[in-house]
């Protein structure tokens, strides 16, 4: 088999009795050996993956009810904690950590009975665009090898489209759900920040971290937020869910407006993603879909605003690793100072590194003021922006990324130019909208994607009208 | 902004409890500078009568019943990670030598 049916499908057949879920997640395991060339997957929880599917399968028989994901099998982002297999977050510090309990998120699609199969790469704590910040490998794009699947969940994304399983689960700080999904050519869902719980998911930067899913379509990444949404005892940042599901997609764009936001189209999109958007930008209009041009004036600035908020958050995140309680630890330090340095020296990567000192300057007595505190000032400047525009349309349609996936090695060079892979996608996380990646076509036989954003907690709108433009877009 | 000096990153490098070599000294202190040049563009920015939006959804303190609440996991499972353990405790190197 090449594909896999939409989850809920695969659920009612499983739940009816059709279909095994030992079937499932061994179908699954084969992918994932069978496409190891891609690297992709950091490690398999195949003994518990096994062990839950028959637990499936034997409650089925028995006539119990299981949920509504029984039996789908799914592959985590490996900053999850999860049973099964370590939980790395791709760093060498914590290539030994045994997670003592699991995510909210990983709890809650188990209670559905979904089955986690295996653990994504990515970029070493999610610190990157590429995966090839990894501490272990790179993943190689799955349209072609030669170049980057995008990152951070870049591992999730080639995954999901190399069929290994129906969804993964990802996290996006600045782009890292979306930015994979485009160059991948997956459907990649940011949600509302606070709508998911982060609890059990290893921390990068709080004040725009979320969770998120890469699927094959709307319908699917739905069901996935209808399963993890909603508030969270173990995360008080956690927001209401809406009173209804998210997973009932009505039809209909009628009376909806829509906003290009001018400064998304500017001159440093690339001309062939520039040609693919605008033509599927062309089939909304031929659909009937109102479209107006908007303008965000500070989005240029977001891109600074985020290289300044997250390395902050991130230097404070990671002060956790000390060495002591968890995570690697340097054998033979003469007293404890020694031993803080050496561990966090040894067991971070350099990008992590880069930003822990960058975080570190923006934080430090006498640049506070002109860095930090001024950021989060633009931030609101921002803000305000994106509420305006909200109040003219509906929701706002563009690329994700101002370029295809890039060559192995391209960017890794200079860090900046990395850096700058967010600059389409890092707006949503600043100011907390719900973001969505859909695949909008090819460009030399690499996907393009488009990006829709809705105002905060429109969540089942967003998936609404994608849902209808992934249909216009097929 | 004046560029970063040598000195400059291994101060930040002190404060931030982080081992670095004198490659990555280097590299840090270019690296860094250009960072922080590309970030001096909000310098620009009129930020008048604007605050700080520290949390995007309005939540404010969210607090809770101060209680053991029981998650089911056990003291081992929770220092299994641990690197070094005494009598059931987390032992650290010497703080004074």
């Known amino acids: 088999m090449t594909s896999w049916p939409a989850i809920a499908d695969i659920a009612n057949k499983v739940q009816s009795g059709g279909q095994r879920a030992e079937g499932l997640v061994e179908q699954s395991l084969k992918m994932v050996e069978d496409k190891q060339a891609y690297k992709a997957i950091i490690a398999t929880t195949a003994k518990r993956a096994r062990m839950r599917a028959a637990d499936v399968d034997h409650r089925i028989a028995k006539g119990q009810r299981v949920g509504r994901l029984a039996g789908v099998p799914f592959i985590a982002k490996d900053n999850f904690l999860a049973y099964g297999a370590n939980t790395t977050a791709a760093s060498n510090m914590l290539k030994n950590f045994d997670a003592p309990y699991q995510a909210t998120a990983i709890e809650r699609l188990e209670a559905e009975g979904a089955i986690c199969v295996a653990k994504a790469n990515l970029d070493a704590f999610a610190h990157g665009s590429s995966t090839e910040n990894s501490d272990f490998f790179t993943t190689l794009n799955p349209h072609d090898k030669s170049r980057v699947p995008g990152g951070s969940s870049g591992g999730s994304a080639a995954a999901v489209v190399l069929d290994m399983a129906p969804f993964a689960l990802g996290t996006d700080t600045g782009g890292s759900i979306r930015l994979p999904a485009a160059f991948c050519g997956a459907v990649g869902y940011k949600p509302t920040y606070g709508l998911v719980s982060r609890s059990g998911v290893v921390a990068m930067a709080s004040s725009t971290d979320v969770i998120g899913s890469l699927t094959r379509s709307v319908e699917d990444a739905a069901i996935v937020l209808d399963v993890l949404a909603g508030v969270d005892p173990l995360d008080s940042t956690t927001i209401q869910r809406q009173a209804g599901s998210y997973a009932d997609l009505?039809?209909?764009?009628?009376?909806?407006?829509?906003?290009?936001?001018?400064?998304?189209?500017a001159e440093d999109l690339n001309p062939s993603v520039r040609k693919v958007i605008t033509n599927a930008i062309g089939k909304l209009k031929d659909a009937g879909i109102h479209i107006e041009e908007v303008s965000l004036p500070s989005l240029p600035l977001a891109l600074a605003v985020y290289y300044i908020i997250c390395p902050a958050e991130v230097s404070s995140n990671l002060?956790?690793?000390?060495?002591?309680?968890?995570?690697?630890?340097?054998?033979?330090?003469?007293?404890?100072?020694?031993?803080?340095?050496?561990?966090?020296?040894?067991?971070f990567g350099t990008e992590a590194k880069r930003r822990i000192m960058v975080g570190t300057y923006v934080l430090s007595s006498g640049y506070y003021d002109a860095y930090y505190k001024r950021a989060q000032i633009v931030r609101t400047k921002l803000i305000n922006e994106m509420n305006d525009v909200f109040n003219s349309v509906d929701f706002l349609v563009g690329p994700t990324a101002a370029t295809t996936a890039f060559k192995i090695g391209a960017n890794s060079e200079n860090p900046l130019n990395m850096y700058l892979t967010d600059i389409m996608t890092v707006a949503a996380n600043l100011t907390g909208v719900p973001a969505i990646n859909l695949p909008a076509g090819r460009s030399d036989g690499l996907p393009v994607g488009l990006q829709l954003m809705a105002p905060q907690r429109q969540d089942g709108r967003l998936l609404q009208v994608a849902k209808t433009i992934e249909e216009l877009l097929t | 902004m004046a560029k970063l000096t040598r000195d400059d990153i291994l101060k930040l490098a002190k404060l931030a409890c982080l081992d670095i070599n004198g490659n990555e000294a280097e590299q840090f202190r270019h690296e860094?500078?250009?960072?922080?040049?590309?970030?001096?563009?909000?310098?620009?920015?009129?930020?008048?009568?604007?605050?700080?939006?520290?949390?995007?959804?309005?939540?404010?303190?969210?607090?809770?019943?101060?209680e053991i609440i029981d998650y089911g996991i056990s003291r081992e499972a929770l220092l299994k990670n641990v690197p070094s353990i005494k009598e059931g405790q987390i032992k650290v190197n010497r703080v004074l030598t």
């Open chain 1, 319 to 347: 002060s956790r690793y000390d060495g002591q309680r968890f995570g690697h630890s340097y054998k033979g330090a003469k007293d404890l100072s020694e031993s803080y340095n050496k561990s966090r020296g040894v067991g």
């Open chain 2, 32 to 66: 860094l500078s250009k960072i922080l040049d590309y970030v001096e563009q909000l310098q620009e920015v009129n930020i008048d009568n604007l605050e700080p939006t520290l949390q995007v959804t309005g939540l404010t303190s969210v607090t809770r019943p101060d």
């Open chain 1, 250 to 265: 009505p039809i209909g764009l009628k009376g909806k407006r829509f906003g290009i936001v001018k400064e998304y189209m």
